[in-house]
């Protein structure tokens, strides 16, 4: 060690400007790790999870859409959305659709790009409107980023009155970030100022505190660089990443350079050589700040066997704790050789003048050396029932931890208030079936287990393919049909009564026109005999005809015999008058001849008229003898027409008996059809309630409408289908999670039990889904990686003190201050301040920072009572320890505590409570358990903290180490032993003489120290 502090003075100067030079190339060369842990998704799910399954599954869904994260625009006015309003909404979207290119926009859906499903996208008060934006990058890309920024200024000119926001997955995550940021930010600062000012007040020097802040300073700049590489490596980071390093290596380091800064005070007043007391120092107290940050570095490095990435993201503080604990024997010591007696100005720092002895401690050392059984059973009776306030009471809801005044939250409160908690955060069921669904028997199944799912108490509504509104396609079901059908039957059976009635009117006219049948009958009998009768007159009128036309043909020729006579007379006349030309002008020749010319005449137009007559007569002749024929098969008509008349009476009579029987039929199929229609109404009603069936045409898979929804809910395969359940409860609330697992198990087996679908295989996406899985992951990387970490912190105890009892209570009373503090934080936070349970990840970082920060206080303490252990005297070693650390253990805690209680102004309520929960837990275990609980077990238990390495009674137990003072070694010796040879034996005898008698006084043997060796 000597060897290494003259190394260290001689290349002081070099040592710091090797440092110095590190953190320049760490700045300049290695990776920026806030500009990392800005592109990394927070949530560090396992690839085999079922949340992640099912993302890979829904990528498959529809690859075209290229969406890894959304955005959705929400606008909205009080009292309702004026026409001012949609008109500058529509004119948005329009022109988002027209530069969705230059935007990095991959799809647009609204009531104007999907007018079937607008009433997902207005809400029923009308107050609000959505409109969904998905990204084709996940949500912490670079580009991501600059599209919501470009949104929301698109969003800046809203119309007045009414207000636009941008949330979504996307905004929402992104705040979280930059409000994790600007906390850390702040973080960042105050814990400078912190520290500093409490290390002002602990060595009431202005130049002190540069050591450690120096010292602090290069390693945090040189642990970023490296754990920036390490992420190339694949070791996960987080903004707790960041909050941890500067809160671990702050406090942590900042514990280590005052216990340095303080016992290099403590030697340096004895002979004020500051390498002898650098020396010393290193020697007292490098192999307890070795140990302390060994516990601290197997604590932040075996979590990273933990499952769960945002814990995994927390072993980079182990690299830090590494470079903090090479700077902490490197650098620090470089500096106090630089600085000399100068650390402590204005205070002088001379010979034999020490920082003195807490009286506080000294009291409490005191006091539990005498009442040790009593101040653990008073611990047990007063802080156990604190414990039982902590209920494991965890809030996952990230939203509640953002300004509220920011656009994703009250956007996100917007939705929440008109739509329902749950409709921008849907629980996601996605099921991979062995063959396609695109069938009507397997469409019928997911209609059934959607019905099934939406009668779930805590389910607002589900959304499938075949009920992409959310509501049942009740034209489809067999109630909706049968009420159809109900309703064709109504009609049906007033047709057949109108038919019955019918039949029963024409039986009674069929039964009243029977008689006139009869009269038809004997009437048609009646013109039987007329036709008989007019056949014999028709044969006489033939007959009578051929007489007339064989006299019309003799009168013809005798008229034309006639015409000849009358002709030659007009001859004779002509000749006569020749004969005798006298009588040309003779009147009563000339009346003859007048008359011959007239009779002439007359005979002419008699012969004309006589030709038609006779051809008249000619062709009546034949038709006379045709009416007698037809008037022969008249009368045969009508004797056949009255035996049919007679048949027809008999078959009215039969008619008549069946259009009776047929009514009464109709009737009683009247009754019938009323029972049908009461049966078909029950099954309806009933149906409505419970689904009884499903029927989809086949030819309906073709329509526009159900074709849309199937493109949006089934793979082009059929292979793969989802449904989105929205919650009546808030996506973050314990109460959906626990939902979330039952509808996917409800949902296997729903699907499982139906052979159109059988095989399914269902996994749960989106925000809630996630956080179940979270918090089942987490909870369960708690207990096993809480077991790895007190395993490790045991072991290095172990190997520390040489002991398994020592460590074994020491990390009881490290479980038990976790548990009080958790129940002060739960009963702070959920009782008094009403949060709905602390944040999900405080009670495991709150406990690994208790319990592997907390532990240092316990090995500054333990390890110094090993030191000054001496056999038989453990009261007067923990005493001697107690007082001269507790003064270091107090400043550290508050250190620590500071440097996380700065958490508390970051504004980000995980933060805050994990500062909040550590301040409280240091501070707590510095005060009450080391100074009262440790030690009362340490003074129970007297020799057998040792066990069972170091044995009272035996010669295995060494001897007494060389104390920290410079005491020679008879001053060390019992009292009796040193007065008695001083005024007789030089000092040499007297120190021979005090060791024979105290080996026979204690059976023991004292080994020689240094200083015997030095004995004059």
């Not at 040592?15 to 320049?24: D, P, V, Y």
């Not at 689904?691 to 849309?708: D, H, M, R, T, Y």
Request: net charge neutral; aromatic share 8%; proline share 4%.
């Amino acid at each position: 060690m000597e060897k290494w502090v003259k190394w260290t003075s001689r290349f002081r100067f070099g040592i710091l400007a090797l440092w110095l030079g590190l953190a320049a190339v760490s700045v300049i060369a290695l990776p920026d790790l806030q500009a990392i842990v800005e592109k990394t998704e927070q949530k560090f799910l396992p690839a085999d999870s079922e949340s992640q399954q099912a993302l890979r599954l829904l990528e498959q869904l529809n690859p075209d859409a290229k969406s890894r994260s959304t955005a959705v625009i929400v606008l909205s006015r009080d009292g309702g959305l004026k026409q001012a309003d949609k008109t500058w909404m529509n004119d948005l979207l329009a022109g988002i659709e027209t530069d969705k290119q230059r935007l990095g926009i991959a799809s647009v859906l609204s009531a104007n790009t999907q007018p079937e499903l607008s009433e997902r996208f207005v809400s029923k008060d009308g107050t609000t409107t959505i409109a969904m934006v998905n990204l084709p990058k996940e949500t912490f890309e670079e580009d991501t980023k600059e599209t919501v920024t470009e949104l929301k200024k698109l969003l800046a000119d809203s119309p007045e009155g009414a207000k636009a926001s941008l949330t979504g997955s996307a905004p929402i995550s992104q705040d979280f970030q930059q409000s994790s940021q600007d906390g850390l930010a702040k973080t960042e600062l105050i814990t400078v100022i912190l520290v500093f000012v409490i290390l002002l007040f602990v060595f009431r020097s202005p130049v002190a505190p540069f050591i450690p802040l120096i010292t602090i300073g290069i390693s945090v700049v040189i642990s970023r660089g490296l754990i920036a590489v390490a992420n190339d490596y694949g070791m996960p980071v987080s903004n707790f990443t960041q909050s941890f390093l500067i809160a671990v290596l702050f406090g942590a380091g900042t514990d280590y350079c005052i216990l340095l800064i303080q016992r290099f005070r403590e030697e340096l007043v004895k002979d004020g050589d500051r390498i002898a007391a650098l020396s010393r120092t290193m020697r007292g107290v490098g192999k307890t700040i070795f140990f302390s940050a060994s516990t601290v570095f197997a604590a932040f490095f075996l979590i990273g066997f933990a499952k769960f990435g945002i814990y995994q993201s927390a072993v980079g503080v182990s690299i830090g704790v590494i470079v903090t604990l090479i700077a902490g024997v490197t650098l620090a010591p470089a500096l106090l050789l630089m600085f000399g007696r100068a650390a402590f100005w204005p205070f002088r720092v001379e010979q034999g003048r020490g920082h003195g002895d807490s009286k506080l401690w000294t009291a409490a050392a005191r006091f539990s050396a005498k009442r040790a059984g009593l101040i653990i059973a008073a611990a047990i009776v007063l802080l156990a029932p604190l414990t039982l306030l902590f209920q494991g009471k965890r809030s996952f809801d990230d939203i509640a931890e953002i300004n509220p005044g920011l656009s994703s939250v009250s956007g996100f409160r917007q939705v929440e208030k008109a739509f329902g908690s749950g409709e921008l955060f849907p629980v996601t069921l996605v099921a991979e079936f062995p063959s396609s669904v695109r069938t009507p028997e397997a469409l019928a199944a997911i209609e059934q287990a959607s019905a099934e799912l939406a009668k779930r108490p805590d389910v607002q509504e589900v959304r499938s393919a075949v009920r992409p509104l959310g509501r049942q396609l009740t034209e489809l079901t067999v109630s909706d049909q049968l009420g159809k059908t109900n309703d064709a039957l109504g009609e049906l059976k007033q047709g057949v009564s109108d038919v019955g009635s019918g039949l029963s009117e024409a039986q009674a006219e069929l039964s009243n026109g029977r008689k006139d049948v009869e009269k038809l009958t004997d009437g048609l009998n009646q013109l039987a005999t007329g036709a008989v009768q007019s056949r014999d007159g028709a044969g006489k009128l033939a007959q009578g005809l051929e007489q007339s036309r064989d006299g019309a043909a003799s009168l013809n020729s005798g008229l034309q015999g006639t015409s000849k006579a009358v002709s030659s007379m007009k001859t004779d006349i002509d000749e006569l008058l020749a004969n005798h030309p006298e009588l040309k002008n003779d009147s009563n020749l000339l009346a003859i001849a007048g008359k011959q010319q007239a009779v002439a005449e007359g005979l002419k137009q008699i012969a004309v008229g006589a030709a038609p007559l006779s051809q008249g007569l000619i062709a009546l002749a034949p038709a006379a003898r045709q009416l007698e024929s037809g008037f022969a098969k008249l009368a045969e008509a009508q004797r056949q027409a009255a035996a049919g008349s007679a048949t027809l009476e008999d078959g009215l009579g039969k008619l008549t008996e069946g259009l009776k029987q047929g009514a009464d039929g109709l009737g009683r199929v009247t009754d019938g059809l009323d029972q049908v229609r009461t049966a078909q109404e029950s099954i309806a009603k009933e149906g409505g309630k419970q689904i009884g069936g499903w029927v989809l045409p086949a030819e309906a898979l073709n329509s526009e409408q159900l074709k849309q929804a199937l493109d949006a809910y089934v793979s082009s395969d059929g292979k793969t289908a989802k449904f989105d359940v929205i919650l009546k409860s808030n996506p973050y609330a314990g109460e959906s999670m626990d939902a979330t697992e039952e509808l996917t198990s409800a949902l296997r087996e729903s699907l499982g039990g139906m052979t159109a679908v059988a095989g399914a295989k269902v996994y749960a996406s989106g925000t809630t889904a996630q956080y179940a899985e979270l918090r089942d992951i987490s909870f369960n990387d708690f207990v096993r990686t809480g077991g790895l970490v007190l395993a490790g912190i045991a072991l290095v105890l172990m190997l520390l003190l040489r002991s398994v009892l020592a460590p074994i209570y020491v990390l009881l009373s490290l479980g038990f201050n976790y548990f009080v503090t958790m129940g002060l934080m739960e009963f702070l936070f959920v009782k008094i301040l009403g949060y709905p349970g602390l944040s999900w990840t405080v009670s495991f970082f709150v406990f690994l920072i208790i319990v592997a920060l907390g532990v240092d206080y316990s090995i500054f303490l333990m390890a110094r009572f090993k030191e000054e252990y001496r056999p038989g005297g453990v009261k007067a070693a923990m005493a001697k320890a107690m007082k001269t650390t507790g003064g270091v253990i107090v400043s550290a805690a508050v250190i620590m505590g500071g440097t996380f209680g700065a958490m508390g102004f970051s504004g980000v309520d995980t933060l805050v409570q994990i500062g909040v929960g550590t301040l409280i837990g240091l501070l707590l275990y510095a005060t009450v358990f080391m100074a009262l609980i440790v030690p009362s077990f340490s003074f129970l238990l007297g020799e057998a903290n040792w066990w069972p390495f170091r044995k009272r009674g035996t010669d295995q137990v060494r001897g007494p180490r060389q104390p920290s003072s410079n005491r020679p070694i008879a001053d060390q010796l019992p009292k009796p032993c040193f007065t008695r040879t001083k005024a007789v034996l030089p000092a040499w005898e007297r120190t021979a003489f005090c060791l024979i008698v105290r080996f026979k006084i204690s059976r023991r043997t004292l080994p020689e120290s240094s200083s015997c060796r030095r004995s004059p």
